[in-house]
C-alpha cells in the first residue's frame, strides 16, 4: 500500500492534479489560483504544468466564476470553482442556487452540472471578518446540490476526486484550520463512498456527530474522558448532504445519546436535521434528547474572541455530561 | 430619427437606406421567409395571450414589436452557434426550430424547461434577470478551448442591463476575448420602469468602456438587426471577441399578460411606435421591390391561422404532468431523499390519497 504523508493542502493539490491528469475536461477557476496557486496555495504549481487555458485566473467576480461555469458544464467541462472564502460565496449564491442546482432538472436530465464549488470554510485562524464562516447549511437546503466536508488528508485527497467525478453540482468544504495539518495518504484506494460516513472512532456511551473542523475536536473530547470511563464514538458525517443517516442510526441504537457538533449556529443548521430526523428513526432507542454543541446566534466575532464561540472539547464535554445526565 | 449612430437599412416606410458600414444581403426570396416568420411569430404570440385569458397558459411574455430584432438576429445564426434567451425569445426559439407547442409548455405550467436544449442549441429559458448572459460566456469559453468554429448569441433587455451578472460577464467576455455576442432588446420598459432609468447614457455606449464595440440598431428593422448580428456573429468567431448590440425597439404590448402598462405610459408613444412596426415596414419593401403578389401575403395568413389553430389543439392537449416526475433528474446519480419523496408519494397515490 502506497501511503505518504502530506498536508491537506497539499492532498487537495495532489487531487486536483491527479484529476486533471485523468479528465482534460477538468478545469480551475478562480481567483489568484494561477502563478500565486491561490491564497491558500491548494493549486500551487498546477498553472504551470496544465497551462493557463486548464487554471485560470479569473477578474474578481464570484458570481462570474460560477456562472461561466455552468456554461462550461453546458459545453461539457468539468470546471473546479475555488471561492477564495466562505464569506466571499454569497455574490455566487444566486448562480448556485438559480442555475447550478436546477438546470439538471430543467432540462429533463441532458444537461449535467458536473461542477465542484471549493469553499475553505470554518474559523479558527484568527482570521478578519469574511473568512471565517459556515455557510453549509444554505447549500445543504438546497434541492439539487450536494455538499461534503473532508476532515484528513487522506478524505481530502480522494474525495475531490471523487466529487470532481460526479455528475451532481457539489459544494466542497475544506475546513481551512486544518489545511496545514498532516497525515497519511493512501494514493492508490479510495476509502469510501462520497457520501458515507464514518465512525472515526468507536465508543458505547454518546455519540457525537459532526464534520470539518470539528472532526478533530470531537475525538480531543474522546480522548480526554476515555481515562474516566466515558465511552465517546465519533463519527465524520463527510456528506453533508445528502447525509448517511444508516450509520448514524447504527451508532445511536449502540449509544442511546446524542451530540451534534458544529461551527455554524444552531438554530435551523445540519445539527437541527440530524437531531430531528435522529429522534424520528430512532425515538425509542433514545436515552437523552439530541443535544447541539454549536456557534452562537450573532455574526461571527473577531477573530480574537473567535475561539469562546467555536466548539471546544470543554464545550463538548459539558454537552456529553448534559446528555449521561438523563435517567433511562 | 433616434440617433445618428443607429443602424438602420430600411426607414418605417419600407424604404432602403444605406449605410457606411453595413449593406443588405438577403434575397427577395430571403426577405418574405423572414417575413412569414414574424407573422407567425407574432400569431404564436396573439394565440398565447388569448390561451392564458381563458385560463389554459400561467402566464405569456408577449414580444409585438420585437418580431424584427428576434426574427433578424435569429436567422443570421450559423447551425452550430448556441443561444441563451430570456423568457421572451419567442423568435429565436423559432428561427432555432424548438417545436412551438414545447415553447409553451413552460407557460403552461407543465414543464420548467420544455424542449432538448443541446439538440436544438438553444437554452432554456432563463427567468432571473441577467444569470443567463454568464452561463453564455462560459459556453463560449468553452467553444474556445474547443477550438471551434462557433460562436454565441445571448439576450437580456434594458432592464436587465442594470443585473450585475450582465455587466461581469461584459467583463470576462472582454478579458478573455470570448466568442459571444450580447444582444440587448431594448424595448423601453422593465415591466413600467423605463429605460431612462437603467442607464443614463445609451445602452450601446457601454461596451466601449468595457473593451468591445457596441452596436446601435433599429430593432424594427430586421434587415439591419440581421445584417448587424451576422457581422459580429462572424467576426466572434474569426477571433474577434465579443460585441454587445443594442437592438432599440418597442414593446408593444404588456410585459406579461399580468401587466396593465396602460398605469405608466400614453397612448400618444404606443402611436408613434405602431407607425414603425417591423412586420409593416418589412411587407411594404415586398411591395414595392419584389411587387411580391397579395395572394402571398394572404397565404401566409392563412398559415399562421392554420398555426394558430394546432397550437391551440397541442397546448389543449398538455395535460397534468404524472406527480412522480418532479423527482425524475432532481439529481444525476441517486439521491436518498428524492427516493425517499418518490416512495411516500407513490404510497399516497396508490391510496387515492392526494389528487
Known amino acids: 500500500m502506497a501511503t505518504t504523508t502530506m498536508t491537506m493542502a497539499k492532498a487537495l493539490n495532489e487531487g486536483l492534479r491527479r484529476a486533471m491528469e485523468n479528465d482534460p475536461k477538468v478545469l480551475l477557476m478562480g481567483e489568484d489560483i494561477g502563478k500565486l496557486g491561490g491564497v491558500f496555495r491548494i493549486t500551487d504549481g498546477l498553472q504551470k504544468d496544465f497551462g493557463q487555458d486548464r487554471v485560470i485566473d479569473t477578474p474578481l467576480a464570484e458570481s ?117 495539518e498532516k497525515g497519511e495518504v493512501d494514493l492508490e484506494n479510495p476509502p469510501r463512498g462520497l457520501y458515507d460516513a464514518v465512525v472515526r472512532r468507536e465508543g458505547s456511551d454518546v455519540t457525537l456527530v459532526g464534520y470539518g473542523s470539528s472532526v478533530k475536536t470531537m475525538v480531543r473530547a474522546a480522548e480526554s474522558v476515555e481515562a474516566e470511563g466515558v465511552s ?52 425509542y432507542s433514545l436515552r437523552a434528547p439530541g443535544v447541539r454543541v454549536a456557534g452562537y446566534h450573532v455574526p461571527y466575532p473577531p477573530a480574537r474572541i473567535e475561539e469562546d464561540y467555536r466548539p471546544t472539547v470543554e464545550r463538548i464535554l459539558d454537552a456529553v455530561d448534559r446528555v449521561m445526565g438523563y435517567e433511562s | 430619427m433616434i440617433d445618428e449612430e443607429l443602424v438602420q437599412l430600411l426607414t418605417p416606410e419600407g424604404e432602403r437606406v444605406a449605410h457606411p458600414d453595413y449593406a443588405s444581403t438577403l434575397s427577395g426570396e430571403q426577405i418574405l421567409s423572414m417575413y412569414r416568420d414574424m407573422v407567425i411569430v407574432r400569431r404564436l404570440c396573439n394565440e398565447s395571450t388569448s390561451l392564458q385569458r381563458q385560463g389554459q397558459l400561467a402566464l405569456w411574455a408577449p414580444i ?89 448569441l445571448t439576450f437580456f433587455g434594458d432592464g436587465a442591463s442594470s443585473q450585475g451578472d450582465v455587466l461581469e460577464g461584459f467583463v470576462w467576455a472582454s478579458s478573455f476575448n470570448a466568442p459571444i455576442v450580447f444582444f440587448c432588446q431594448n424595448n423601453q420598459f422593465g415591466i413600467s420602469t423605463p429605460s431612462s432609468t437603467q442607464s443614463k447614457v445609451p445602452l450601446f455606449r457601454r461596451a466601449r468602456g468595457f473593451g468591445f464595440p457596441g452596436v446601435r440598431v433599429d430593432g424594427n428593422d430586421m434587415l439591419a438587426c440581421y445584417e448587424v448580428t451576422k457581422a459580429a456573429l462572424e467576426n466572434a468567431r474569426a477571433g474577434g471577441g465579443p460585441t454587445m448590440i443594442e437592438a432599440y425597439t418597442y414593446r408593444m404590448g404588456a410585459h406579461t399578460t399580468s401587466d396593465d402598462p396602460t398605469r405608466y405610459r400614453v397612448d400618444a408613444e404606443v402611436e408613434v411606435w405602431k407607425h414603425r412596426d417591423p412586420i409593416e415596414r418589412i411587407k411594404s419593401l415586398l411591395v414595392r421591390e419584389y411587387q411580391t403578389n397579395p395572394t402571398a401575403f394572404d397565404a401566409i395568413s392563412e398559415e399562421a391561422e392554420a398555426f394558430a389553430l394546432k397550437l391551440r389543439d397541442d397546448v389543449l392537449a398538455m395535460g397534468r404532468p404524472d406527480p412522480l416526475s418532479m423527482f425524475d433528474d432532481a439529481y444525476a446519480e441517486p439521491h436518498p431523499l428524492v427516493e425517499e419523496g418518490r416512495r411516500e408519494m407513490a404510497e399516497l397515490l396508490a391510496h387515492g390519497s392526494v389528487v
Open chain 1, 64 to 180: 462570474a466564476i460560477v456562472g461561466t461555469a455552468v456554461g462550461l458544464a453546458i459545453r461539457g467541462y468539468r470546471t473546479v470553482c475555488e471561492m477564495q472564502f466562505d464569506g466571499f460565496v454569497f455574490p455566487a449564491f444566486d448562480q448556485i442556487v438559480s442555475q447550478v442546482a436546477k438546470l439538471h432538472k430543467r432540462s429533463d436530465g441532458i444537461y449535467t452540472m458536473g461542477l465542484v464549488i471549493r469553499l475553505p470554510f470554518q474559523g479558527g485562524i484568527g482570521a478578519i471578518e469574511h473568512h471565517s464562516e459556515s455557510p453549509e447549511a444554505y447549500f445543504a437546503h438546497t434541492p439539487g446540490l450536494r455538499v461534503v466536508s473532508c476532515s484528513t488528508p487522506n478524505d481530502a485527497y480522494w474525495m475531490i476526486q471523487q466529487a470532481i467525478e460526479s455528475d451532481d453540482p457539489i459544494i466542497f468544504c475544506e475546513p481551512k484550520s486544518r489545511y496545514w
Open chain 1, 232 to 283: 465517546l464514538e465519533v463519527i465524520d458525517l463527510r456528506s453533508i448532504a445528502p447525509i448517511d443517516f444508516s450509520t448514524l442510526v447504527a451508532s445511536l441504537q449502540k449509544t442511546g445519546r446524542l451530540v451534534v457538533v458544529q461551527e455554524a449556529p444552531r438554530s435551523v443548521s445540519v445539527g437541527s436535521e440530524i437531531v430531528a430526523e435522529l429522534t424520528e428513526r430512532c425515538f
Open chain 2, 64 to 152: 409585438q414589436g420585437q418580431e424584427g430584432a428576434q426574427i433578424g438576429a435569429g436567422r443570421a445564426l450559423a447551425p452550430m452557434d448556441f443561444t441563451f434567451p430570456t423568457y421572451r425569445e419567442h423568435g429565436i426559439a423559432w428561427c432555432r426550430g424548438v417545436p412551438p407547442e414545447n415553447l409553451l409548455r413552460l407557460f403552461r405550467a407543465v414543464s420548467n424547461g420544455g424542449w432538448d436544449p443541446q439538440k436544438y442549441r438553444h437554452h432554456l429559458p432563463t427567468i432571473v434577470l441577467g444569470n443567463q448572459v454568464l452561463n453564455a460566456v462560459g459556453y463560449a469559453m468553452g467553444i474556445q478551448r474547443d477550438g471551434a468554429d462557433e460562436a454565441v
